[in-house]
């Protein structure tokens, strides 16, 4: 387990706005936490989770016009957040090794944000209101859903 905490900021002193004034950086995200649990029973099972936490990313507000409304990267997305698990079987057949395995990914299956429209700070919503609906719905906008694997492995 391993928890971060950053800070990052820059001067810009081309801005004529606010020389010399700092800005947080796009990548700022100020807290990252990680963990991993790991059991193996003798018997030949084992279960593997692995999750994280993560605050927002930073965005620049703006209006229906796509002006900055607020200072650059002033806003928050959403903090986000998984967990992945991972469960396996090892059993041997005369010569034959035979794992049978699962693993899941986005196993609360949480739809996290990965990104926003600047302008509502959402990441399913606009304020420009000549997007026809196909334009303002983006699907990569946010995280993969729940995905499960099954299967076996044989080996000598």
Do not use: C
């Given at each position: ?8 900021e ?97 196993a ?16 399913d ?17 946010f ?14």
């Open positions: 387990s391993d928890y971060h905490w950053y800070v990052a820059w001067a810009n002193g081309y801005d004529w706005r606010d020389f010399n004034h700092t800005y947080t950086m796009p990548w700022d995200q100020t807290h990252n936490i990680n963990f991993r649990l790991n059991y193996i029973h003798r018997s030949g099972l084992g279960l593997s989770m692995i999750g994280n936490y993560g605050s927002g990313f930073p965005y620049t507000p703006e209006d229906a016009r796509a002006r900055p409304i607020d200072k650059q990267y002033s806003g928050r997305m959403p903090p986000t957040s998984n967990v992945d698990l991972k469960i396996y079987y090892d059993l041997k057949i005369k010569d034959l090794s035979i794992r049978l395995f699962g693993d899941i990914s986005n609360m299956n949480k739809a996290n944000v990965l990104a926003v429209d600047n302008t509502t700070g959402e990441p919503a606009t304020l420009d209101t000549g997007q026809p609906p196909m334009y303002v719905w983006k699907p990569y906008y995280s993969p859903p729940r995905h499960i694997e099954i299967g076996i492995s044989v080996g000598h």
